[in-house]
């Protein structure tokens, strides 16, 4: 388990330490391939209810530092459940108006697929600092299964000034949403997952036409894996010791007919403002960005685009796709992000088809086909691309 440096650890549900009332940063930690969404929700002394969640949510708000309720999210960390050192941190300036607020996290990973957590299994912990620099830090250690882990509460009713609350229940949806102020603002659906294969959505279109930019991530596990020598060589039997190498990619067919490939092998990277009208903004060759890599599609020039299919293939590394755990998430600006797991894996196989991009009417429909197979050649005659293929390394 990562080392919590704080001088006070509240180890126990029910210890409490006194906090300043000027300024406090809330930040939570965890390294597990989960999704976790750090929330505020509060009850001011008047009686009114809130919450500062992610805008990833339909009607989530990031909140603000100058206005009330001076409480701001950071960012929304970890989407596409990626391992490794994730982060979120609300910063509170102000609590005058408060007589409650509750330190919540939600693991969307799990809770879209109404499945329950154990939280202490992500190694996960939320510290608070003071702006005089005192910390204090409660563990994500519950081991009850739920959806929603409540982690701390900071009381701020009494005349000794505010105190944290090591709180640490972790509870279902509903129980959360009547018991909890203002989390009945909450609502799951406003991240779409494409949970079986065939599910279908239409993207919105934007004012003047198309579907404006659209960002297409890939994200993944890192950690040892078996190196082989390159893709093809996977086919041959070649292994060794390293990193997984996980490439995005697409293929792609134009309203004129050009037909082509957008991928780190061969160095095709596309271009935004001429035809593809696709970008690769980069190769990640060993899943430790933590962005993941990205695709970005030009969709403000929709009638310039046929179709477009989104794949990944395991450059080095053995083709275990059970152990990189990928996701795919497609994000259209002022719209809720779209999930595609690669999940029903078949390790072994180190190409996969996972998304495909058709041109309907003013828009585009987005299908989950999550396909494994033995190759570029394979995958494309599964969906009729009818591309020449030849053996190609990456420098």
Same mark, same amino acid.
């Given at each position: 388990m990562a080392e919590i440096k704080s001088k006070i650890v509240l180890k126990k549900k029910g210890e409490e330490a006194y906090l300043s009332l000027k300024q406090l940063r809330v930040t939570l930690k965890w390294s597990a391939a989960v999704d976790l969404d750090l929330m505020a929700f509060y009850k001011t002394k008047d009686g009114r209810v809130g919450g500062v969640f992610s805008d990833n949510y339909a009607g989530g708000s990031m909140g603000s530092l100058n206005a009330f309720p001076y409480i701001a999210l950071s960012a929304d960390a970890g989407v596409g459940s990626k391992g490794g050192d994730n982060e979120e941190e609300i910063r509170v300036t102000k609590l005058d108006d408060m007589v409650e607020?509750?330190?919540? @996290?939600?693991? &969307?990973? !799990?809770? $879209?697929?109404?499945? $329950?957590? @154990?939280?202490? $299994?992500?190694?996960?912990?939320?510290?608070?600092? %003071? !702006?005089?620099? *005192?910390?204090?830090?409660? /563990?994500?250690?519950?081991?009850?299964?739920?959806?929603?882990?409540?982690?701390?509460?900071?009381?701020?009713?009494? &005349?000794?000034?505010?105190?944290?609350? =090591?709180? =640490?229940?972790?509870? %279902?949806?509903? @129980?959360?949403?009547?018991t909890i /102020?203002?989390?009945?603002? +909450?609502k799951l659906s406003s991240k779409i997952v494409l949970k079986s294969k065939g599910d279908s959505i239409?993207?919105? @279109?934007?004012?003047?036409?198309?579907?404006? *930019?659209?960002?297409?991530?890939l994200n993944w596990n890192q950690g040892k894996q078996e190196k082989s020598g390159g893709f093809f060589?996977?086919?041959?039997?070649?292994?060794?010791?390293?990193?997984?190498?996980?490439? +995005?990619?697409?293929?792609? *067919?134009? $309203? =004129?007919?050009?037909?082509?490939?957008?991928? /780190?092998?061969?160095?095709? &990277?596309?271009?935004? !403002?001429?035809? /593809?009208?696709?970008f690769h903004c980069g190769d990640d060759r060993t899943g430790t960005w933590s962005e993941g890599e990205n695709l970005r599609i030009n969709g403000s020039l929709l009638s310039e685009i046929k179709r477009i299919l989104i794949y990944s293939y395991i450059y080095e590394g053995i083709a275990n796709w059970s152990q990189a755990d990928g996701v795919v998430t497609i994000k259209q600006p002022g719209s809720p992000d779209i999930i595609v797991n690669l999940d029903n894996t078949q390790d072994g196989q180190p190409m996969c088809g996972i998304a495909l991009f058709e041109r309907s009417g003013d828009t585009f429909k987005v299908t989950k086909v999550v396909q494994y197979c033995k190759g570029h050649e394979v995958l494309d005659r599964a969906f009729n691309w009818g591309l020449r293929w030849v053996e190609g390394r990456k420098d």
């Open positions: 607020v509750y330190i919540c @996290t939600i693991n &969307f990973t !799990d809770a $879209s697929k109404n499945k $329950s957590s @154990t939280f202490s $299994s992500y190694d996960g912990h939320v510290q608070i600092v %003071d !702006d005089k620099g *005192e910390s204090v830090a409660v /563990p994500l250690d519950a081991t009850q299964q739920g959806t929603i882990a409540v982690i701390a509460k900071i009381d701020n009713a009494g &005349f000794m000034g505010a105190k944290l609350i =090591n709180e =640490n229940r972790i509870i %279902d949806m509903p @129980t959360f949403q009547a /102020p203002g989390a009945d603002l +909450l239409q993207l919105k @279109t934007k004012t003047g036409g198309g579907v404006g *930019e659209l960002m297409v991530n060589s996977k086919l041959m039997g070649g292994g060794g010791g390293g990193g997984i190498d996980l490439d +995005l990619g697409c293929l792609y *067919e134009l $309203s =004129n007919g050009q037909k082509g490939a957008i991928q /780190p092998l061969g160095k095709s &990277f596309g271009s935004f !403002d001429r035809p /593809p009208y696709i």
